[in-house]
């Protein structure tokens, strides 16, 4: 099983801050990594598949890189509806699908 | 547009059993493959299922395998997770997601989770 480790647990900025997350596989998944947004209450939201695509409307703000064993997303200015949990998940080798943990972002 | 719905949820005892189902619409639901994920209160997303275009395949997860059975009726463009044997450790949030999967040469690959459904509250307790 491919273990996904997310860094930082929480993350505390201001609105208009630059925002890294980081994502770790365990062992190579090529590109096959994607990153989801979830806020209180609603289910996950796709933002970017393949490692570095944009999922359909989401802002350019938002921005993948990465490849093999280490991903980073980055928010280029955080905005208020920005504040939220993410969640990156490997979909190389499977089964299992797995999701890291988790960085929530906070004020 | 795409949507998904979850129902099904509920209270239920330990040991008990509970079906829940996903209803899909605004696309052609028999040409993807579709998954559950659940997620415990304050915890995290945990992959449940998943079932192939015409159920010739199912996977799951170590801690679902043989009370869990994933099943699908592209007739009804609706999902199903029939869930026996329920422990406390079932107690979550179970979504539905889409898979666009792509098979050539009897080989899959999967994609990411392009939409899920809201969710339903499946809590096991006495």
């Known amino acids: 099983e491919i273990v996904m480790t997310q860094s930082p647990a929480t993350l505390s900025v201001s609105p208009g801050e630059r925002v890294t997350l980081s994502c770790r596989a365990s062992q190579s998944v090529h590109s096959n990594l994607a990153w989801y947004q979830q806020k209180p209450g609603q289910a996950p939201k796709l933002l970017i598949y393949g490692a570095s695509t944009r999922a359909t409307g989401i802002p350019a703000r938002f921005s993948g890189s990465g490849s093999g064993t280490e991903f980073t997303l980055t928010i280029s200015s955080l905005q208020s509806e920005d504040f939220a949990l993410y969640y990156c998940q490997q979909y190389d080798n499977w089964p299992p699908w797995t999701f890291g943990h988790g960085t929530k972002v906070e004020i | 547009e795409v949507q998904l719905v979850e129902s099904g949820g509920g209270l239920v005892q330990p040991g008990g059993s509970l079906r829940l189902s996903c209803a899909a619409s605004?696309?052609?639901?028999?040409?993807?493959?579709m998954h559950w994920v659940r997620q415990a209160p304050g915890k995290g997303l945990v992959w449940v299922s998943r079932i192939n275009t015409d159920e010739s395949s199912t996977k799951y997860a170590d801690s679902v395998k043989g009370r869990f059975t994933i099943s699908r009726d592209n007739a009804k463009n609706t999902l199903y997770l029939q869930m026996n044997s329920l422990g406390a450790e079932d107690t979550a949030v179970y979504y539905c997601a889409r898979d666009p999967a792509h098979c050539s040469g009897g080989t899959c690959s999967s994609s990411a989770f392009d939409y899920w459904g809201q969710g339903t509250l499946v809590t096991v307790s006495s």
């Open positions: 605004g696309f052609t639901f028999s040409n993807y493959w």
